[in-house]
């Protein structure tokens, strides 16, 4: 039976349903909720609405607010008057007003729009953003012209997310505010709705020197393409600004109009690099004869990065196969013809590839990086075991820029071939050589490295150490444990955040003590990576120390202690997690209702609710108490899949 006919059945039960009985059998649990709502779309006796309302309110206040606003609008306005009728925090009710979602709350909305305290603005401004409707317009505009900035923040937030034309007004005039984010934010939104009817903002943004993610404009262009854009976009390409010229020319390529290749073309003569590439870039997408013999002509720039483009675009569209031809271009006199033959042969993949390894191999010793950066990706492409071979002969070779390449390479490639080879660079002289190959050793898996990586944690070089840890720590060797126990005295974070990771992977209980004094101490990132091996390592012994931690000094260790200790998962955290809900950091107040979140137990779900019904608790941090409470009271009563102890829950 689905959920409408359902509701049609229970709807015909409520008038002989106690209020003992709707409460405890039906409101209290999670899985009639959508049902509860359903009726009510259908309730045509308002009392018995009412009743129903009243009744959820008293099981739950979120759960009444929902169901305020899920009777028929003519009784709305009823229904939303118990909610403002309940004896409970103003942030509290403010909260439940969103929840209702429902137009007949903006009134009441309204009425704390001034309101001395910013919290209350700014939960007026969360709940016009549950509420989400073109209606909620008119009174986030006001919130706009709030003295405080993250209220106007979260009124632009709220904007944006009703993304109609009716909110271009409100967000253009975002774009003046004195807050960088508010701004970012509403030129975000005017470029997401990709509307005709944001054609002359997008090019103001297109413009401005203020938003920097141009980008998006053009892509926002692209997607309305009709004639009025191209056009605009077209005239920018004479503009005095660099980049304005560079991502109209960007916008047209995305756009693929014909209409656009005689304004790209006129680049060829335009006195910025990046302006003329981008051009090339957009003529590659167009693909018209026209922009076909602009490529051409562009083949003849002076400089690299635009030449090459175009011959880069060249090959795409002629749509070269691996010949005679293009390995004879492998060894062509100039570099970025090389380099262009090498990029085309790293996207095939056939039985032709084994003609190209010598070639390639060739190429791989070329002195210029790009180049034998591309060798090494066509190579690895390739990836048979005569490429490696011919790979592992170069790890002879003297140059140890050479060598430091190949161990890359035949760690991408990832085959067991190479490690015993890949063993002795452990020893190299060159120590990007060494850790290249531990880095390869830990990603191929091989066993018969472990003594080699292990001596490797007492290497000279950092790099080398921290690689080796990494390595170890992918083959959970539990004879890397003291070594990597001693790393955690490490002088370079890197290497003491890889051990730690490294134990919690091996599942090193005789690693706990020493990871907890690493929770008081270290950089963050090392704290971080401990505490993630204490979650997986999981013993109860660590526990106690934890809870301990949650009134340290430090707001870190706070955060990290509170976020460990609802991983493991222990109940005996709950008093301590509930208490840091009162932090002033906003961090440590989220770690802790996330924690109670995964451990609350039923008692935590009426400690929760004493704690919003205090005035004082719910003032607590500007109201985030308040927010992250409600928002572990709402994970644990997920996970029990009702809302109030009180009412007797049945399994």
Same mark, same amino acid.
């Given at each position: ?83 403002? +009728? ?396 003291? +070594? ?19 134990? +919690? ?147």
């Amino acid at each position: 039976m689905n959920i409408i006919n359902t509701a049609e059945s229970l709807l015909k039960q409520l008038p002989s349903i106690s209020d003992q009985e709707l409460q405890q059998n039906y409101l209290n649990y999670f899985k009639w909720t959508e049902t509860l709502v359903e009726m009510l779309r259908l309730v045509d006796n308002q009392d018995q609405a009412q009743r129903v309302v009243r009744l959820g309110l008293e099981v739950d206040w979120q759960l009444g607010a929902r169901l305020a606003g899920a009777v028929k609008p003519e009784f709305q306005e009823q229904t939303i008057g118990l909610v403002a +009728g309940l004896k409970v925090p103003t942030l509290v009710k403010l909260q439940l007003f969103g929840i209702t979602r429902s137009d007949k709350a903006i009134p009441e909305l309204s009425k704390f729009l001034n309101h001395n305290n910013f919290a209350v603005r700014w939960s007026v401004a969360g709940a016009l953003e549950k509420i989400g409707t073109e209606a909620t317009i008119d009174l986030l505009s006001k919130c706009l012209d709030d003295d405080d900035s993250n209220v106007r923040r979260r009124a632009a937030l709220a904007l944006s997310k009703i993304g109609t034309e009716a909110t271009i007004a409100p967000l253009s005039k975002c774009l003046d505010d004195d807050d960088s984010l508010i701004r970012t934010m509403a030129a975000d939104a005017l470029v997401e709705m990709r509307s005709p009817a944001t054609i002359d903002v997008l090019i103001k943004l297109l413009k401005s020197q203020d938003y920097r993610r141009s980008y998006k404009v053009t892509y926002a262009l692209a997607e309305i393409g009709d004639q009025s854009a191209t056009t605009a976009l077209i005239k920018l390409l004479e503009d005095q600004d660099d980049k304005v010229r560079r991502d109209a020319a960007n916008a047209l390529g995305k756009i693929d109009s014909e209409t656009a290749v005689d304004g790209l073309l006129n680049c060829l003569d335009d006195q910025d690099v990046m302006v003329r590439r981008s051009a090339v870039t957009a003529l590659s997408k167009i693909q018209s004869p026209g922009a076909i013999d602009g490529l051409l002509k562009f083949l003849e720039d002076e400089e690299y990065d635009v030449y090459s483009t175009a011959a880069d675009a060249v090959m795409k569209i002629f749509s070269l196969s691996v010949n005679d031809d293009l390995i004879r271009l492998l060894n062509y006199k100039d570099s970025y013809v090389r380099i262009n033959a090498a990029k085309a042969l790293v996207n095939f993949q056939s039985p032709e590839s084994l003609v190209v390894i010598d070639p390639l191999i060739k190429l791989f010793k070329y002195e210029k990086h790009d180049v034998r950066r591309l060798a090494k990706a066509a190579l690895v492409k390739i990836g048979s075991l005569d490429a490696i071979n011919e790979l592992i002969k170069l790890l002879d070779d003297e140059d140890s820029d050479l060598r430091i390449w190949v161990t890359e390479a035949l760690g991408e490639i990832g085959s067991e071939a190479a490690s015993d080879r890949l063993i002795t660079c452990l020893e190299d002289d060159n120590y990007l050589v060494r850790r290249n190959a531990a880095e390869a050793l830990g990603d191929i898996g091989s066993e018969a490295a472990i003594d080699g990586l292990i001596k490797c944690l007492e290497d000279d070089h950092s790099d080398v150490r921290w690689m080796a840890a990494e390595a170890l720590g992918k083959l959970n060797s539990p004879a890397a444990i003291e +070594g990597l126990i001693t790393c955690l005295e490490d002088e370079e974070n890197l290497v003491r955040s890889q051990a730690a990771e490294a134990l +919690g992977n091996i599942g090193a209980t005789s690693a706990i003590d020493r990871l907890i004094k690493v929770l008081k101490n270290d950089k963050y990132n090392v704290r971080e990576e401990a505490a993630k091996a204490l979650v997986k390592i999981g013993p109860l012994s660590a526990t106690n120390k934890l809870i301990k931690l949650l009134d340290n000094e430090d707001f870190d260790v706070r955060i990290i202690a509170a976020e460990v200790l609802g991983q493991i998962g222990s109940e005996s955290a709950i008093d301590g997690l509930i208490k840091c809900l009162e932090y002033s950091n906003n961090f440590v107040p989220k770690k802790a209702a996330e924690a109670l979140g995964k451990i609350g137990t039923e008692a935590t779900i009426s400690k929760l609710i004493n704690r919003l019904n205090n005035e004082d608790f719910v003032q607590t941090n500007d109201g985030m108490s308040c927010d992250e409470t409600i928002n572990a009271l709402n994970a644990i009563q997920e996970r029990y899949q009702f809302y109030n102890p009180t009412y007797s829950p049945k399994p």
